[in-house]
T-cell receptor, first 114, second 116 residues
């Protein structure tokens, strides 16, 4: 069974640009969550999607947004990139939102802002 | 969600059992304990989770104290590939299809170094 797939694996952008990251969950998983990992702040929750609806959101500015499609694939978008947005962005999927079923993570997209 | 406390680092000899402790003294009755690990440059890997009974799978065993205020993750025969940061997380499932608390709150974890 294929795991969570994130594309691209690496990305380099400059300040002020925008970026879209993609996540394909494990087959049959309907909930997708996004996290940001930086050396200073560690792993922080961005948002969670289930049935194409955002169910929960972390403490990030409105420049960070996401969406989920009917096939459960998800994208996140960051607009007006800042140097501090350089991070590893991780996607996790689980069968259903908000149950005790564990989330399974992809290997992330490493975003570097120049 | 309750907070967890883990030692920042631990060493273990290859082939020996690695016992990673976690304190979650403020855990509530419906919060589960989850363990993940992260090997450098990879995403966190789910290991095991439990509510109050001890759990075992092909990767590890989870021992939860009777009062549920602490737990121990046991890797029975540690190998060099088990060197990673291990995270202990407590989380309450919000309840079914309409649930909206899927987030995991990660602390700093324990860096386990398995040595030859």
């Amino acid at each position: 069974k294929a795991g969570v797939t994130q594309t691209p694996r690496y990305l380099i952008k400059t300040r002020g640009q925008q970026v879209t990251l993609s996540c394909s969950p494990i087959s049959g998983h309907r909930s997708v969550s996004w996290y940001q990992q930086t050396p200073g702040q560690g792993l922080q929750f961005l948002f969670e999607y289930f049935s194409e609806t955002q169910r929960n959101k972390g403490n990030f500015p409105g420049r960070f947004s996401g969406r989920q499609f009917s096939n459960s694939r998800s994208e996140m978008n960051v607009s007006t990139l800042e140097l501090g947005d350089s991070a590893l962005y991780l996607c996790a999927s689980s069968l259903v939102a908000g149950t005790n079923q564990p989330q399974h993570f992809g290997d992330g997209t490493r975003l570097s802002i120049l | 969600d309750a907070k967890t406390t883990q030692p920042p680092s631990m060493d273990c000899a290859e082939g020996r059992a690695a016992n990673l402790p976690c304190n979650h003294s403020t855990i509530s009755g419906n919060e589960y304990v989850y363990w993940y690990r992260q090997i450098h440059s990879q995403g966190p890997q789910y290991i095991i989770h439990g509510l109050k009974n001890n759990e075992t799978n092909e990767m590890a065993s989870l021992i939860i104290t009777e009062d549920r205020k602490s737990s121990t993750l046991i890797l029975p025969h540690a190998t060099l590939r088990d060197t990673a940061v291990y995270y202990c997380i407590v989380r309450v499932p919000s309840g079914g299809v309409s649930g909206n608390t899927g987030k995991l709150i990660f602390g700093q974890g324990t860096t386990l170094q398995v040595k030859p």
